[in-house]
C-alpha cells in the first residue's frame, strides 16, 4: 500500500513538472498568444521555440518556415550557366539580378565578370624584355623556373590547348596569394598599399580568366585533373613562404616564370600557323572579355593572352626591383589597369 502512495505522489509531482516548465522549455507560444505579440512575432504570426528563454531560430530559418519564397525568370542566354532561361530566387534580403547590357545594346550573358571590366589588350608591348639575373637570388628564381620547364615540356610535349589551360591553374596564384599578404599587412600596420593589393590581385583575375577562356577549347582529363589538386596545393604553400621570406625573390620568380609563358604562347601560335592545330572560332567569353572583333580566332586569343604574361612580367619584375632598392611596394604607385 505505501509502494502505491509514493508511486502515486511521484505521479502527481511528475505532471505537476510538466504543466509547469513544459510551456517554458519545449513549447510554441499559441497562435492567441502570438496574436498578442508585438514587433517581429507579431509580423510573422508565430514565435519560434524557446530554450531556456532563448530564441532558437535565425532570421533565415523564420523568413524560410514563414515566408514563401518568391521567384521569377531571369530571362536570357547566359552562357556560364547553360544557357535558354534560368529561374533564380528573389533573395529575403533584397538581392536580385541586375540585368547587364553591352555596348551595343544586347544583354550582358557573363556573371564571372561586368562589361566595365572588359578591356582591349595592347599587342605593341615589346615581348622580347628580359631581366639579367645578377646577384645571387636572381640567377636561383631564374634557374628554379628553368628546371620547372623540363618535366612541363615532358608531360605536354607540343600539346599546347591542354599546356595552356593546365598552366593558368597555377598561374593564377601569385597574384592571389601576394594580393592577400599585402592585405593582411595593411590591416596591422593601419596604413594604404598604394594600389599593389588591388593591382595584384587584378593580376590573378585576369590569370583566371584565361582559364575560363582556354576551358572553352580544351577539356581537361581526369588525371590532368588529379594533377591540378597536387601542384596547386605544392605551389600555393611554396609560394606563400617564399612571399613571407622575401618579397622580391617571390615576384622575381613570376616575373621569370611570366617569360616562360611568352616563350609557350609563342610556340603555340607557330603550331597554329603551321596548321598542326586548328585555328577555330574564338570562344564567346574570350571575345566579350577582350573585345575582340565577332570573327576572331583562337590565334587571336593567344595573341591577348601572350600580351597579358608580358604585362605580368613587367609588373612583376618591377615590383621586384622596388625591393631591391629597400623600399616597400607602397613607396612606388601600382600600375592599375596596366593591360
Not at 18 to 29: C, D, E, N, S, Y
Not at 118 to 143: C, G, Q, R
Not at 176 to 188: E, Q, T
Amino acid at each position: 500500500m505505501m509502494s502505491i502512495v509514493v508511486n502515486s505522489k511521484k505521479s502527481m509531482v511528475g505532471s505537476m513538472l510538466v504543466r509547469q516548465l513544459g510551456p517554458r522549455f519545449i513549447a510554441t507560444i499559441a497562435p492567441a498568444t502570438a496574436t498578442r505579440a508585438s514587433g517581429f512575432a507579431a509580423e510573422w504570426g508565430k514565435v519560434p521555440a524557446r530554450i531556456g528563454g532563448v530564441r532558437n531560430a535565425s532570421t533565415a530559418a523564420v523568413a524560410e518556415e514563414n515566408a514563401e519564397v518568391k521567384k521569377k525568370e531571369v530571362v536570357g542566354d547566359n552562357l556560364e550557366s547553360g544557357g535558354g532561361k534560368n529561374e533564380g530566387l528573389v533573395s529575403y534580403w533584397g538581392i536580385e539580378p541586375v540585368k547587364l547590357t553591352k555596348e551595343d545594346g544586347t544583354e550582358w550573358r557573363w556573371r564571372s565578370f561586368r562589361p566595365w571590366e572588359t578591356y582591349k589588350s595592347n599587342l605593341e608591348i615589346d615581348l622580347k624584355k628580359h631581366h639579367v639575373p645578377t646577384s645571387f637570388m636572381d640567377k636561383v628564381a631564374y634557374w628554379s623556373v628553368k628546371s620547372l620547364r623540363i618535366p612541363t615540356d615532358i608531360f605536354f610535349q607540343r600539346r599546347y590547348g591542354c599546356r595552356a589551360m593546365m598552366l593558368e591553374t597555377v598561374a593564377a596564384v601569385p597574384g592571389m596569394v601576394g594580393g592577400m599578404l599585402l592585405h593582411l599587412k595593411s590591416l596591422r600596420r593601419f596604413e594604404h598599399s598604394g594600389g599593389w593589393i588591388k593591382t595584384l590581385l587584378e593580376e590573378a583575375e585576369n590569370e583566371r580568366m584565361h582559364l575560363m577562356t582556354f576551358m572553352e577549347v580544351a577539356k581537361p582529363k581526369w588525371y590532368e585533373r588529379a594533377l591540378v589538386f597536387t601542384v596547386q596545393g605544392i605551389f600555393f604553400n611554396a609560394y606563400f613562404l617564399a612571399y613571407l621570406a622575401s618579397p622580391k625573390f617571390a615576384h622575381r620568380v613570376v616575373g621569370y616564370l611570366e617569360e616562360e609563358a611568352i616563350h609557350s604562347y609563342t610556340e603555340f601560335l607557330k603550331e597554329l600557323d603551321k596548321g598542326v592545330i586548328e585555328n577555330v572560332p574564338a570562344p564567346a567569353i574570350a571575345i566579350d572579355y577582350w573585345r575582340l572583333p565577332a570573327d576572331s580566332t583562337l590565334r587571336d586569343v593567344v595573341m591577348v593572352v601572350r600580351a597579358d604574361e608580358a604585362h605580368h612580367r613587367d609588373v612583376n619584375h618591377f615590383a621586384s626591383d622596388i625591393h631591391y632598392q629597400g623600399n616597400e611596394l607602397k613607396a612606388a604607385p601600382a600600375p592599375l589597369g596596366y593591360h
